[in-house]
């Protein structure tokens, strides 16, 4: 069922006129800013029922009249130049040039298993909307070495996007995104976004020169996936004090719930910094203070909500349901 619904997005999507290029967003039309506004309302409901149904059906549901709504929404002349600042749970987030932006969200399937949902919205004055379709994984053998479009999306909700350099006189960025991904781990992405000739969205560059614990480079590495424990909180952010990508270093520990070894946050620190070759090279122990204890995600002063603005996981039970 959760395929399908991806796949609505773009039998949804193919049924607009859309153009391959065209003019920077400008002014908003007060007729258009008003009928954002109503759809706005009528997708809130939408993303609450998304997150917060026990039902499965419905959840499914909201979500495949979320994706109509969001394209229909888009669908008016200028309407890049509206935030939809009241839609708390879809993560909507800018370029650092703004020339584009991306809508995702995420659903949940089962404790076990979540689809993400998304699309690429060019700065343009008429519809320039690109989906995302989440394949997740399990359709790729090597995800962090597997170079994509955006019908083979990995799939995670992006709460970041900074300028990462350039590639063949092109810029490209870097997407941090968030999976809940299981009841006892959750995941972290460190992706990278170009756009091909044509305007299309491409997932995936080896710019990296990490290393494993062993000291072994890992030169193909197109992006980097962090997989952690459900009841942790694990930093992976862009620091331009430091001038480069912070994240967290994660060890191998016992489950506290019986799921078996998961790996933990230490309270050490790596860091992605740019080099002269174009590469960005990875330095440990940015900092020197080690915490007695991996942080523990805690509530936010914002009413409860998390980074994506939905309401607290109850972790008592290693990943029970959104409050």
């Keep these: ?6 796949v609505v997005f773009v039998l949804f999507l193919s049924q607009l006129s859309i153009p391959l290029w065209g003019q ?17 309302g009528r997708m809130a409901a939408l993303v609450e029922t998304v997150y917060t149904d026990s039902s499965a059906e419905l959840r499914f549901q909201a979500c495949r009249d979320l994706i109509r709504e969001l394209v229909t929404a888009l669908d008016r002349p200028n309407s890049f ?20 932006r991306i809508f995702s969200w995420e659903l949940m ?23 995302l379709v989440d394949r997740g994984d399990t359709w790729l053998e090597n995800p962090e070495n597997a170079i994509v479009g955006a019908d083979n999306w990995l799939g995670y909700v992006v709460y970041t996007i900074v300028e990462g350099g350039t590639y063949e006189d092109r810029p490209y960025y870097f997407v941090l995104g968030y999976d809940s991904y ?25 710019v990296f020169e990490t290393y494993t614990e062993s000291d072994l480079l890992l030169a193909d590495r197109v992006r980097m996936i962090m997989i952690y424990g459900a009841e942790a909180t ?31 946050p230490d309270g050490s620190y790596n860091m992605l910094v ?13 900092f020197t203070h080690k915490y007695e204890e991996a942080p523990r995600e805690v509530p936010l002063p914002s009413e409860g909500r998390d980074l994506l603005g939905r309401a607290k996981r109850d972790s008592s039970g290693g990943g029970g349901g959104w409050r």
């Design 234 to 264: 694990m930093a992976l952010r862009y620091d331009a004090d430091l001038g480069g990508v912070v994240y967290e270093n994660l060890v191998l520990v016992p489950g506290s719930y019986g799921e078996g070894p998961v790996s933990m």
């Design 182 to 206: 299981e009841a006892y781990r959750r995941r972290k992405v460190l992706d990278v976004l170009r756009f091909d000739a044509g305007g299309q969205a491409v997932f995936g560059l080896p």
């Design 274 to 286: 740019l080099g002269e070759n174009g590469v960005w090279r990875e330095e440990t122990q940015v």
């Design 109 to 131: 399937v089962d404790r076990d298993g979540y689809r993400h949902y998304g699309a690429i919205q060019k700065n343009s004055k008429e519809l320039e909307l690109e989906p």
């Design 24 to 40: 920077s967003a400008g002014e908003l039309a007060k007729k258009d800013r008003q009928v954002l506004e109503e759809a706005e």
């Design 1 to 6: 069922m959760h395929y399908r619904t991806a």
């Design 81 to 100: 130049a509206y935030s939809f600042d009241a839609l708390p749970g879809m993560s909507i987030q800018y370029a650092p040039d703004r020339s584009f």
